[in-house]
């Protein structure tokens, strides 16, 4: 069963490299890998190579998602981003589910970001890296997340607002 991944790239030069060389060391091996360009400027695309390579203006991921479903001869579509590296099960993992006739869709946390250029990818991993929550402690389980990572979160200026009754 054939197997298509999506990522859209724009500006990525410096993480694509790395995405795409975990999904060709990927165990399940019937994949068409669409690489959709929107309106990169960076150089991008100078090292992709042995990929369906698609292009657009700039639109947006969702527009490069799109066109690239569009595009796909696989009987499952999976969308991954440029700054992802995957275990070499990972799609085995994500489509046995599917496959096995117990759901019509999945998704994974058994991603990495290779892009620590992101503050998203940083803070996502931290929360990754001390298990989240701690699920024991009731209502009191944000404190949980500082005591874990071993700092606390810095308070932002209060917003300015105006209180109103609400009557319910």
């Not at 696989?74 to 440029?82: C, M, R, Y």
């Amino acid at each position: 069963m054939k197997i298509s991944v999506i990522i859209p790239i724009y500006n990525e030069a410096s993480v694509i490299d790395a995405c795409l060389q975990s999904l060709s060391k990927q165990t399940y091996r019937d994949l068409e890998i669409i690489v959709v360009d929107d309106g990169s400027t960076d150089g991008t695309l100078s090292n992709i190579r042995g990929v369906k390579l698609l292009k657009q203006e700039h639109e947006g991921p969702g527009a490069a998602r799109n066109l690239g479903v569009k595009e796909s001869l696989g009987e499952i579509i999976v969308f991954v981003d440029a700054d992802m590296v995957f275990k070499e099960d990972f799609i085995e993992k994500l489509i046995k589910p599917i496959t096995g006739g117990v759901t019509k869709g999945t998704f994974s946390k058994d991603e990495y970001v290779s892009n620590w250029n992101s503050v998203w990818a940083r803070c996502w991993s931290e929360f990754e890296r001390v298990g989240g929550f701690d699920v024991t402690r009731g209502y009191n389980d944000d404190w949980s997340l500082s005591e874990k990572l071993g700092y606390k979160a810095d308070v932002v200026e209060r917003p300015s607002f105006t209180t109103k009754t609400l009557i319910i």
